[in-house]
């Protein structure tokens, strides 16, 4: 199982949206959002290839597409846990 941690950053909804937005951009890889308590991991079946993300189109399909590019996400908000799990245990 691939993971993505999403580290709750702001203690309010945009943590969550942060997270949603996150599986959302994986939606093609079935994503499942997890709340670990400091931080939503979003855990993929199998790992994601570069093939798999170049697809990918970060913004929310509902809503209006704007005209101006959208921001990056910074790498700060969004880590890959080291390989091995780096000692995050398996949730529910």
């Not at 809503?63 to 790498?75: A, N, V």
């Amino acid at each position: 199982m691939e993971r993505y941690a999403v580290f709750k950053s702001t203690g309010n909804h945009s943590d969550v949206m942060a997270a949603v937005g996150a599986a959302d951009i994986l939606r093609e890889l079935e994503p499942q959002p997890v709340n670990c308590g400091d931080r939503f991991e979003i855990r993929l079946r199998a790992g994601a290839l570069s093939d798999d993300l170049a697809g990918t189109n970060p913004a929310f399909l509902y809503l209006p597409k704007s005209e101006k590019l959208p921001g990056k996400l910074s790498s700060r908000w969004i880590s890959k846990p080291p390989p091995g799990g780096g000692g995050i245990p398996d949730g529910d």
